[in-house]
């Protein structure tokens, strides 16, 4: 019977069958939950887009990125300062900027989300120019700098942000669809389920076609050695630069659109842990794996309120279970749940040199390049 | 000299030694296993949290409420401090063999590594934060864990019109005499002479016979016992547990041994010392809430303009 769903699966007529099964169950997944199971599917595709855009950084590009929720954070606060009520803004755009009332910023939702993504995207360049120069163990931790310095500032700046209390009363947008006409989202989590859908089928699709191109090929020769890529001509900055502003950016949108539905921002939503929470959907699922992200991260936030539902005490686990995780997938399964192929030669580790401490880039790559991995 | 700095500059340079020389006995644990390795530890922070409760667990199990003073003293804060050591060691220890260890043996990239330290991080913090099932006890819990005060904070000499506390000298004299421990050891044994032949070149310290297993687990002991140390004072000096308590500690450690020169001992020391001054002087011209960006930043720059830090990077005392 497995073999053959398999065999069924590998013909053409299978896979049309199957993308069209899950997505009519996809589509019509709100309308057989109550709203809270609403907003944690809601929740599951933002965090699909974050796994998404970190897959971008880790998974292609091969650059950890422990701040990642810094760039979520920026659009979080990009959509929130501009709209918020007056009485929830910071002191100092009411009394020192004096900004004109601006009725509506609230209906002009796409452009705000534009917005969101051009200052995430603003905010990874600005980390990325200089610290991508450095080697991937120091990057790590520059970013995890960056993640919680991001933090750190929001709690500070009470005059923009207005600190820990978080800004309240964030409007709820509205799309109009026809003259004099709105889509009112309000709290319900419909309206978002599907805007979030849409943005994460755009991204599947502008990350296949990135990383089928020359873009996706350079990642693949920096990720396995930096010096011979850029020997060979392939602009190592340029391309991680890429690699970070493609990932910054959909954690700017994720964070737009989460903002606009929990009406509500806080600094203390962007620790650290979440970063490592999106890093293990992306490990979970398996590095450069597109389906592997969405999975890992449906997973990572579906399962545990599932748990949760049925015993509350499970919240206090949640990050023993996801730090166990990170740990056994490198140990026992390093490409993850739904491998790439070309990822699942590189991690597995076994054509480096044996006996060597820690793999070097071009040792390891040099063994690499006698693995035919069947892309032309 | 700008007025902050004018009017605060003894306090907060004898506090930010003193601090500073928490961060250094943490960040010679990194730079050790850095060196030898190429990794950052990133659950070293951890074998720190873990120290700080040895210490609180030793306090208890000895019944101490009040403070103690004469030759009882430094006999409790050396049966204080050595199970805290020998605990934090085992800790290193035992996240090598579970952790590192099988991804050595595959030659697994460095990016497995870092994302396993990483796990191995969240995962004993929350080992600590949890009430584990069945016995249905906690190692810590969500709330700090109160020392009982061991040690009677008095001024012992008055330096630029600022009192000196027994409780400073205490972490400023047991740093020295550990950081010049590890120096000989590294420097005056055959032991340390197999562990900076591994770092300097690892294939060629194999086939000369260097059993590199028996190094590396030698270097996670060291840091291991180094981030105990600093753990246990940690404790007396703040009087505190805490399963998150390593996070920041731990951050500014590496810093240091960034700032000083990563694989560099002396360099970590120097590191420690130095960014635990300045952020302390930092602070003094903004506030206390600044204090993690001031080292975040440093952290950035000196990345950027000296990656190889003060002393320069290479395993030597």
Known sequence: ?376 | MPECLRTGFWPHTFDGLTLGSIYAMIALGYTMVYGVLQLINFAHSEVFMIGTFAGVWMLRLYGIHSPVSGIELPLMIAAIMVPSMAISGATAVALERVAYRPLRRRGAPRLAFLITAIGASIFLSNLFFIRIPIVGWTLGGAAPVQYPELIHRTAVFTAFGYQISNKQILVVVTMLLMYLFLDRFVMRTRAGKALRAVAEDPEAAALMGVPIDRVIVTTFLLGGIMAGAAGSLYGLFFGQAQFNIGFIPGIKAFTAAVLGGIGNIRGALLGGLLLGLVENLGVTCTSTAWQDVIAFGILVAVLMFRPTGIMGERVRA
């Open chain 1, 1 to 376: 019977m497995r073999e053959r769903l398999a065999r069924f699966q590998a013909t053409k007529k299978g896979r049309t069958t199957v993308a069209v099964v899950i997505a009519i169950v996809v589509l019509l997944l709100p309308h057989g939950f109550d709203d809270h199971w609403r907003a944690v599917f809601v929740d599951a595709l933002a965090f699909s887009l974050l796994a998404l855009g970190l897959n971008v950084v880790v998974g292609f590009a091969g650059l950890l990125d422990l701040g990642y929720i810094a760039f979520f954070a920026i659009g979080n606060y990009a959509f929130a300062i501009p709209t918020a009520g007056s009485y929830s803004k910071g002191l100092f755009l009411q009394g020192g900027l004096h900004l004109p009332p601006v009725p509506h910023w609230h209906d002009w939702m796409w452009l705000l989300l534009l917005g969101a993504i051009v200052a995430a995207m603003v905010a990874g360049i600005i980390l990325g120019a200089p610290t991508l120069r450095l080697r991937g163990d120091y990057l790590a931790i520059v970013t995890l700098g960056f993640g919680e310095m991001v933090r750190i500032v929001a709690r500070n700046l009470d005059s923009i942000t207005i600190g820990s209390r978080g800004i309240t009363a964030i409007p709820h947008p509205q799309i109009p669809y026809a003259p004099g006409h709105r889509y009112l989202f309000g709290l319900a989590p419909v309206g978002y389920y599907y805007v979030m859908l849409l943005l994460v089928l755009l991204m599947v699709g502008v990350i296949t076609r990135v990383n089928d191109s020359r873009v996706g090929r350079a990642w693949h020769a920096i990720r396995e050695d930096e010096l011979a890529a850029a020997s060979m001509g392939v602009p190592t900055v340029r391309m991680k630069l890429l690699a970070f502003a493609i990932g910054a950016s959909t954690a700017g949108a994720a964070g737009m659109l989460t903002a606009a539905r929990v009406n509500y921002v806080s600094p203390d939503s962007f620790t650290l842990l979440q970063s490592i929470l999106v890093l293990a959907a992306v490990v979970l699922g398996g590095m450069g794996s597109i389906r592997g992200s969405i999975l890992g991260a449906s997973a990572i936030i579906i399962i545990p309120e599932y748990i949760r539902s049925r015993s509350p005490s499970f919240q206090d686990y949640r990050f023993l279970i996801f730090g166990a995780i990170l740990v056994i997938m490198m140990i026992f399964r390093p490409q993850g749940l739904i491998p790439s192929k070309r990822r699942a030669i590189e991690l597995s580790g076994e054509v480096a040199m044996p006996g060597k401490g820690i793999s070097d880039g071009p040792e390891a790559a040099a063994a690499l390049g006698e693995v035919d991995d069947g892309t032309p």
